[in-house]
């Protein structure tokens, strides 16, 4: 059974940091592309940031320069670094991972940018 477990999100100040982690379970993470989204409320879900099971990684315009994805193959974990949030960063964040077991996605964590 693949599972993808979200942790990390909440609620931060404008300019303030979270740290977003991802647990995979079920699949054999070093061979799987893991990826963060998003959502905010009315809009459609973006690619946040992608790191692929070669160590390759891509992002967002919206977001360059101040996220930073990382993955740890001893753990299965996937890791989203955001720095200078800001209130356009509010959105339910959603690890996926796709791979020769398929595609699957975590329940999604609520990240608030607010003062």
């Known amino acids: 059974q693949v599972q993808l477990v979200e942790s990390g999100g909440g609620l931060v100040q404008p300019g303030g940091s979270l740290r977003l982690s991802c647990a995979a379970s079920?699949?054999?993470?070093?061979?799987?592309?893991m990826e963060w989204y998003r959502q905010a409320p009315g809009k459609q879900r973006e690619l946040v940031a992608s790191?692929?099971?070669?160590?390759?990684?891509r992002y967002a315009d919206s977001v360059k320069g101040r996220f930073t994805i990382s993955r740890d193959n001893t753990k299965s974990m996937v890791y989203l670094e955001m720095n200078s949030l800001n209130p356009e960063d509010t959105a339910v964040y959603s690890c996926?991972?796709?791979?020769?077991?398929?595609?699957?996605w975590g329940q999604g964590i609520q990240v608030t940018v607010s003062s």
């Open positions: 790191a692929s099971s070669g160590g390759s990684t």
């Open positions: 996926y991972t796709g791979g020769p077991q398929g595609s699957y």
């Open positions: 079920g699949i054999v993470f070093r061979l799987n592309v």
